[in-house]
């Protein structure tokens, strides 16, 4: 997981409205793919020159414009230029790092928020900006690379007919952040899978790997969480506007959209508490653990003391031939046997006194 926000010291001293790329490096060629559909028909288009999709603004069909690539801010700009988009709504589109909004503007409206992914064996969430614009007869996608969360709209696109409900542009972006919200409740879903298993492992064995796990945990949650909170607010003015491209008929599905939105960040907050539950869990068993060996170690010790002062008094140097005081056990046959046999009566006795105090 890199930097989700942020702005990029390349933009530093141009004027507002400069389109700069801020992102990862990237040298692979855009893709651009048109859907163009009516109510009965629909084709799906390849196009090689960015040329060829200013055709699809003033078409009496729907044309859904999707670029996968943000790095050619040259494409970016001509698309602005010749559907009318502010330089403002350009500089952000080409800033991968740019915070979830929503802007109105004179012909068109404007969505920016995250499509997340699951990366690598662990499931680690990796972000990409995924910019919607719409206006009358078109919706255009910016995205970072190929690949998307979109495929469930391109299905329901070719295999509904008549597509009375798509024919409203503001319908189509809708279906389309509706698509990246659900692709939110599928990792929230797979976190939830990890957290149960994390927090049976921990309350097993507290170990430094499940407390690395907590930790990768912990950063992808507030990951996430930085991609999705400010999408409430884009949502919320989404559904106020009183835009002529926003219909009535689309209004509830945005406050549907809306509400998701809220119980997706519900989740996540419940699971960054459930985090930090789990980081109290692992440090509870480790202290838990700590205790269990310092009372075997000081019942060891304990053990010991009377054997240390035992093996102490008799290894004395008292000669017996002076005097029969001085030490007169050492001059027992069976002295030797007689000392273990108290060291062992004593040993055997504090472990049953622990015992019964349960101890051990």
């Excluded at 996540?268 to 838990?288: C, H, I, K, P, Q």
Aim: net charge negative; hydrophobic share 45%.
């Amino acid at each position: 997981m890199g930097r989700l926000y942020g702005r990029d010291s390349r933009k530093k001293g141009l004027r507002p409205g400069s389109v700069v790329y801020v992102g990862k490096h990237r040298t692979e060629p855009v893709d651009i793919s048109v859907i163009d559909y009516s109510s009965e028909e629909l084709r799906e288009i390849r196009v090689d020159r960015v040329e060829d999709v200013f055709a699809y603004r003033d078409t009496y069909s729907i044309s859904w414009i999707n670029i996968n690539g943000i790095h050619d801010v040259a494409i970016i700009e001509q698309i602005g230029a010749h559907f009318g988009i502010h330089a403002l709504v350009l500089e952000d589109i080409a800033n991968a790092g740019h915070r979830p909004k929503f802007e109105e503007g004179p012909d068109y409206l404007y969505v920016v928020l995250k499509m997340l992914h699951p990366t690598g064996p662990n499931g680690d969430i990796t972000g990409e900006q995924v910019s919607v614009l719409w206006g009358k007869g078109w919706v255009i996608t910016f995205q970072e690379t190929s690949g998307d969360v979109f495929e469930s709209v391109r299905r329901r696109l070719r295999q509904t007919i008549p597509r009375v409900r798509f024919m409203d542009t503001d319908y189509l972006a809708y279906a389309l952040v509706d698509a990246i919200v659900d692709n939110y409740f599928i990792l929230l879903e797979q976190l939830g899978e990890r957290l149960e298993l994390l927090d049976d492992a921990i309350a097993e064995s507290a170990t430094p790997e499940n407390l690395k796990l907590i930790r990768e945990l912990k950063y992808q949650l507030i990951y996430m969480r930085k991609a999705i909170w400010p999408l409430r607010e884009a949502v919320s003015g989404l559904e106020r506007t009183e835009s002529r491209l926003l219909h009535t008929a689309t209004r509830p599905y945005l406050r549907d959209l809306y509400e998701h939105v809220i119980q997706v960040i519900d989740t996540v907050e419940t699971f960054r508490d459930m985090v930090s539950g789990l980081l109290d869990l692992y440090m509870t068993g480790v202290s838990n653990r700590m205790n269990e060996i310092m009372k075997v170690l000081t019942i060891i010790a304990t053990i010991f003391i009377p054997l240390g002062f035992l093996a102490g008094v008799y290894g004395m140097n008292f000669d017996t031939d002076i005097s029969i005081l001085n030490m007169p056990e050492l001059g027992l046959p069976f002295g030797y046997i007689l000392f273990w046999g108290l060291a062992i009566a004593v040993a055997g006795g504090l472990v049953w006194f622990f015992r019964r105090k349960k101890w051990l």
